[in-house]
């Protein structure tokens, strides 16, 4: 909804002039307008014949497209970089801060401001080019891509168009084991720098929008696939794998809601073993992984189902808009042919070189990436599953890496994080970052454990003191005392003190009520304070109920 | 103590023409001849003689203010220079803090005092900055722009904003949406453009120096036509941060002044690497400012061995009789003094004039794409967006920026963007090359700054086409991104005395040096000849 275009446009009178604000330095800038039909209205009357797709029918033709329809899917995906500056001047951008705080002559467009390139967006687009296995234009420069709008404060934005920094490359991503599973490769068309624009606020009740310049030259990387996905999980996965890379490489939030990372997904269908593509229509809104996968199947659906009814032709070239409340796409607007940016080389700027040394530098202090790490944790033998969870965040494969180069036990440590830790996690709606456990304590946990200084059971209770107030492992055995009792004479007396307590139970159970060893067991583990060591005890309470008397 | 002052200091509060050449005199101008003798004094530096007074408490700031204010106060209804006027009390003001700075024996900057005039194309932070549209009327920037701070900084007093051709766009000043600009020697004819008001300013000495901006020639025919000197620097030398884009690719900020020395000394406080500019350069600034040497002690051919070429093609059939043999007199006395004047032919020279108009109106459709009625200046009142971006833009510019934004609209779209910007580009990279290779063979080279002395206000008002073809010889340089400087060397018959014509002199990339060494040594040596206008000369200092 966000993105609905306003076309009217009104002066508030209660507002400040802009001209007024203008001159304030990080003053407050209104644009106001006003839109005479409410939104949906807009959206409705621009409506085609509709085509209704219920539940039922989509999963019937979802069924009919494996059989006689093929998808062809590409994405342009928007990706925020996590400068602390703006691309072309000195503000800083904040997710969130107060509209027009974050601004300057530069990103307001102001006139005789210049835009001077932050060359950290130089080194992440060519941070994320090497990852996405691309080759680099050693040469390139930035163009003007011209058009009007009010969150586009220059007339233009500064973008690359004939040259992008990086081209040709491509991606390697697992589906999860609940799609199918399955490696899949899809190629990367180009990654090209380009500045954001700013955001239109519009009022509740459509009467007038604002202009909040804070997002305004913003750098982001555009990626463009190649139309190499056939459905909507492959898709979402295909985002999902640029969401890991981008932080893997540190140069993105790659946060969905916030718009670092916005996906604008083309969609075409064609009858299997045709060679040409059909119309294709390009999807926007859309604000999470699985809202593409949902989106994507919805629109293959429509346009299948109206290819299959003999209406292909009302399948035009549009961009339509998610509705994630109604779970469909409708027409946001039909492009009247190809849009003239009339594109221009930048004169602002100077051209981009990049020396092969620069190059060769960044790549060698490229971290290792999920496509790396799946692979590595694969061959070390962990399942499918526990690979594509512990790759999925950077900071839990981080973690995860911190214990087992420190010894370790993979397996074990795989199943803490996965088992315990990422219970709390869940519940405390905490990040891996931000518990108190440090990995080399869980590195201890295990040890102890393994070596039975401490039961599994102890093991488990002083995971969630660690997990929620820290400390060594060492410290709280030492300090609540839970060394495990593996001394036989003393677990032996323990038992005997049970035993001559309970003369009932114990006649109870050498008449053959033998289900009340677990009651012994209970009241030995209550007195040594759990400490006793369960197989020791077990077998010397044994040994102790079956003595004949 | 008086004894010691001697007659230039004591009178350098007024310009230093008028120390020599009385009421009388200045009236027996009035019946000017081309071949007439004239008794002149060299052009000297108003900086340095400021500066002078100054350092040696000879004259106070506030003194030399006044007496260009006063001056100012006279003149301006004539000629109209100025959009807007610093108020004199703050001129004053400002005058005063440096006069109190002396007293305490604290350092001043060398502009100390200077009176500045700025192009309205400049942003300034504490006055109006309109472009000469009416789509920026009432703007004022929150900023300077960079080449304003660095005078501010050295001590200079910003004592008002100039006319211009809206955005530039013009070679006449009559494209202002304001108001038309008279010449000084002539107030029925066009003081050229587009830093048509910066122009008449240094003129009318209503101020000692001043800022225009050059993107096909905007300084260097205004100076031609005002007889002043005007330096067009090299492309990146001066930050262009704060300058309003026209286009982007070929617009530099240059200097007006009364001489080559001032306006040498000008460029120096501009120039420089600006962090906020990508394309300014880091190259370092010599300082241009030790060679100014008097006239007595040149030796007798300073110039010797200099090589100069003549570009045939900037003498021949369009241009001005006149022009030519003012152009001609100017190689000869070059000769005179030791240098080698040779023709120097650049084949593509007619080119720069249709890869100009093509790349410049192409850079401003873009450039001028920010004024929308949203954020600032005039804003129509309209309650849907396509119609609040029209009638923002219809009402906020004027007929010539229109037309240069349709031209380069069309040039840029898709399926003309090669047979036009792209070939322009071309074009742009052999004039490139053809000037290297001249530049190569010659130290300089030399051209009218215009084929014509200034005009009649009108006259070519109608015909684009005419006052385009104005711009041809100073186009190329911009395209070749070249440092130039203007000077004035001689007079045509028209106005009341005559009309001045400038010699363009054409250095390689980054040698300003040698254009403000050469032009000095011949605006010392040029005998005969005296450019202030008789307007002022007339206007009795009383």
Known sequence: MASTLFRTIQIHPFLLYPTAICRRRNGVLYCTMKSTQTQTATQEKQQPPKVKVSQHTRSKTLEKITRDYEAIIGIETHVQLLTLTKAFCSCPYNYGCQPNTSICPICMGLPGALPVLNSKVIEFAVKLGLALNCKLSLNSKFDRKQYFYPDLPKGYQI??????????????????????????KFGITRVHMEEDAGKLLHSGNGDYSQVDLNRAGVPLLEIVSEPDMRTGIE?????????????????????????????????????????????????????????????????????????????????????????????????????????????????????????????????????????????????????MQDVLFLANDVNVAEYFDATISRGADFKLAANWIMGDIAAYMKNEKLSIKEIKLMPEELV????????????????????????????????????????????????????????????????????????????????????????????????????KLNVKS | MLSTIQPSRCLSRFPAHLRTSGRTKARSLHVFSSAQPVTTVPHQSQILSIRDSLVSRHLSAVQVADSYLGRLKQTEPQIGSFLHLSEPDKVLKQAQEIDDKIKRNEEVGPLAGVLVAVKDNICTADMPSTGGSHILDGYRPPFDATAVKRLKDL????????????????????????????????????????????????????????????????????????????????????????????????????????????????????????????????????????????????????????????????????????????????????????????????????????????????????????????????????????????????????????????????????????????????????????????????????????????????????????????????????????????????????????????????????????LLKVGHIFEQTLQGYNFVPPLIQDGAFA
């Open chain 1, 159 to 184: 973008s690359q168009f004939d040259i992008p920094i990086a081209t040709g490359g491509y991606i390697d991503l697992d589906l999860p084991l609940e799609f199918g599973g399955g490696h899949r």
């Open chain 1, 235 to 383: 898709a979402a996965e295909y985002a999902a794998e640029l969401q890991r890379v981008v932080r893997y490489l540190g140069v993105s939030n790659g946060n969905m809601q916030e718009g670092s990372l916005r996906c604008d997904v083309n969609v075409s269908i064609r009858p299997v073993g045709q060679s040409e593509f059909g119309t294709k229509v390009e999807i926007k809104n859309l604000n999470s992984f699985s809202s593409i996968n949902r989106a994507i199947d919805f629109e293959i659906a429509r346009q299948v189902s109206l290819h299959s009814q003999g209406h292909g032709d009302q399948i035009v070239q549009e961009t339509r808009l998610w509705e994630e409340g109604a779970q469909k796409t409708v027409t946001m607007r039909k492009k009247e042919g190809l849009a003239d940016y009339r594109y221009f080389p930048e004169p602002d700027l100077p051209e981009v070189i990049l020396t092969q040394e620069y190059v060769d530098g960044i790549h060698n202090s490229l971290p290792e990436l999920p496509e790396m790490k799946r692979r590595r944790y694969e061959k070390m033998g962990l399942s």
């Open chain 1, 444 to 543: 201890e946990l295990i040890a102890s454990i393994k070596s039975g200084t401490i039961s599994g059971k102890i093991g488990k209770e002083i995971l969630f003191e660690l997990l929620a107030k820290g400390g060594t492992v060492k410290g709280l055995i030492e300090e609540k005392d839970l060394v495990q009792i593996v001394d036989p004479v003393e677990i032996a007396k323990m038992v005997d003190k049970v035993l001559s307590e309970n003369p009932k139970q114990l006649e109870q159970y050498r008449g053959g009520k033998t289900k009340l060893q677990g009651f012994f067991a209970g009241q030995v583990m209550r007195i040594s304070k759990g400490k006793a060591n369960p197989g020791l005890l077990n077998k010397i309470l044994l040994e």
């Open chain 2, 155 to 514: 001590g200079a007093i910003v004592v008002g904003k100039t006319n211009l051709d809206e955005f530039g766009m013009g070679s006449s000043t009559e494209a202002s949406a304001f108001k038309v600009t008279a010449n000084p020697w002539d107030l029925s004819r066009v003081p050229g453009g587009s830093s048509g008001g910066s122009a008449a300013a240094v003129s009318a000495r209503q101020c000692v120096v001043s800022l225009g901006s050059d993107t096909g020639g905007s300084v260097r025919q205004p100076a031609s036509f005002c007889g002043v000197v005007g330096l067009k620097p090299t492309y990146g030398r001066v930050s262009r941060f704060g300058l309003m884009a026209y286009a982007s690719s070929l617009d530099v900020i240059g200097c007006f002044g009364s001489s080559v020395a001032d306006t040498g000394i000008l460029l120096h406080a501009i120039s420089g690497h600006d962090a906020l500019d990508a394309t300014s350069s880091k190259r370092e600034v010599p300082d241009f400012t030790s060679q100014f040497l008097s006239a007595s002690s040149l030796k007798s051919r300073p110039l010797e061995g200099l090589r100069v070429g003549l570009i045939c093609e900037t003498v021949d059939g369009g241009v001005d009789s006149g022009v030519k043999s003012a152009i001609q007199g100017a190689a000869a006395h070059l000769e005179q003094l030791g240098s080698i004047v040779t023709e120097v032919s650049l084949p593509s020279f007619s080119l720069g004039l249709p890869a100009y108009y093509i790349l410049a109106s192409s850079e401003s459709s873009s450039n001028l794409s920010r004024y929308d009625g949203v954020r600032y200046g005039n804003q129509a009142s309209c309650d849907e967006l396509n119609a609040l971006y029209e009638d923002s833009r219809a009402k906020g510019f004027g007929s010539e920026v229109k037309m240069r934004i349709l031209m380069g609209t069309y040039a840029l779209s898709a399926g003309y963007y090669d047979a036009y910007y792209k070939r322009a580009q071309q074009v742009r990279t052999i004039i490139q090359k053809s000037f290297k290779t001249a530049l190569g063979e010659n130290d300089i080279l030399i051209s009218p700054a215009a084929p014509s002395a200034a005009y009649k206000i009108g006259e070519k008002r109608n015909d684009p086409l005419a006052m385009y073809a104005g711009d041809i010889m100073t186009v190329n340089v911009n395209l070749a991104g070249l440092p130039a400087l203007v000077l004035p060397c001689g007079f045509v018959e028209g106005g009341f005395v005559g009309l001045p014509v400038g010699l363009q002199m054409i250095g390689a990339a980054f040698d300003e040096e040698k």
